[in-house]
C-alpha cells in the first residue's frame, strides 16, 4: 500500500514555456501533499504544501506565483512550472501523507526537469 | 529554528557488519520520527517511523529513540551492498505537518 505516482518521470521544455507535473496517490487518500525540490548531491528542499480544496502555503523563497500548485481532490496535486528557465531545472519530488497514525509521507517516484 | 543533524558521512562498513546511523533534533516538542532511504537519483522511500521512547525492529533494521535526549538511530543488521545509499532522518514539524529533514548520512557497504 501507500503508493505515490508521478507524471511524467521526466521531461525537457524550452525557456518561457510552462510545465505541469501531477502527483497521485493511488490506494489512499491524501488530504495534504508536499512539493520538494532537490538539486544534485543536495538535500531535499520543501516548496509548498498543498491541502485539498485550499491554498498551497509555500516556504520562504518560493515563488508562488512561479510554481502553481493546484489540490482538486483527495487523491491528486499538480505543480505548474511556469515560464520556466534553466535555473529552474531540477529533480521535483512529490510526497503524500497519510491520515492517520503517524502521519508519514510516501514519496513519489520523483520528476526530473530540464530546461533548454 | 528546528532543525535535524546528521553526520553527512560517508560511513564506510563491511558487508555483514551492523551499521549505525544517527539522528540528532532540537524540537522538544516533536512528536513522530522517519527514516528514509534515498538511492542516487532515486526519490527518498520510507523505512521505518517510531514515536516511542525505545527501540522498534523491522527484519534487519532497528529504530531507536530518546526523547529525553533527542537522539533516533537506525541500526541496520546484516548489511548489504545494496543498503548503500543516502539514509535521511525526518522529524514532524508539530501538528503532524510538514517534515523537517536532516541532510542525510551517506553510507557505503563494501564487499
Known amino acids: 500500500g501507500a503508493v505515490v505516482s508521478q507524471h511524467p518521470s521526466w521531461v525537457i521544455c524550452k525557456s518561457g514555456t510552462s510545465v505541469k507535473i501531477e502527483c497521485r496517490s493511488l490506494?489512499?487518500?491524501?488530504?495534504?501533499m508536499f512539493w520538494y525540490r532537490q538539486f544534485p548531491k543536495q538535500s531535499l528542499m520543501l516548496m509548498a504544501t498543498?491541502?485539498?480544496?485550499?491554498?498551497?502555503?509555500?516556504e520562504q523563497g518560493v515563488e508562488k506565483d512561479k510554481f502553481l500548485i493546484n489540490h482538486a481532490s483527495l487523491t491528486l496535486s499538480t505543480l505548474t512550472v511556469t515560464s520556466a528557465h534553466p535555473e529552474d531545472s531540477s529533480f521535483y519530488i512529490c510526497?503524500?501523507?497519510?491520515?492517520?497514525?503517524?502521519?508519514?509521507?510516501?514519496f513519489g517516484p520523483g520528476t526530473r526537469l530540464t530546461v533548454t | 529554528q528546528k532543525e535535524v543533524e546528521q553526520n553527512s558521512g560517508p560511513l564506510s562498513v563491511p558487508e555483514g557488519a551492523i551499521a549505525s546511523l544517527n539522528c540528532t533534533y532540537s524540537?522538544?516538542?516533536?512528536?513522530?520520527f522517519f527514516w528514509y532511504r534515498q538511492y542516487s537519483g532515486k526519490s527518498p522511500e520510507l523505512i521505518m517511523f517510531?514515536?516511542?521512547?525505545g527501540d522498534k525492529e523491522d527484519g534487519r533494521f532497528t529504530a531507536q529513540l530518546n526523547k529525553a535526549s533527542q537522539y533516533v538511530s537506525l541500526l541496520i543488521r546484516d548489511s548489504q551492498p545494496s543498503d548503500s545509499a543516502t539514509y535521511l532522518c525526518?522529524?514532524?514539524?508539530?501538528?503532524?505537518?510538514?517534515?523537517?529533514f536532516g541532510a542525510g548520512t551517506r553510507l557505503a557497504v563494501h564487499p
Open positions: 490506494d489512499f487518500q491524501a488530504t495534504t
Open positions: 510526497s503524500a501523507r497519510v491520515t492517520s497514525g503517524a502521519y508519514e509521507q510516501y
Open positions: 498543498s491541502n485539498e480544496g485550499s491554498k498551497a502555503t509555500y
Open positions: 517510531i514515536y516511542s521512547n
Open positions: 524540537d522538544r516538542g516533536s512528536q513522530s
Open positions: 525526518a522529524v514532524n514539524s508539530g501538528g503532524y505537518n510538514k517534515l523537517i
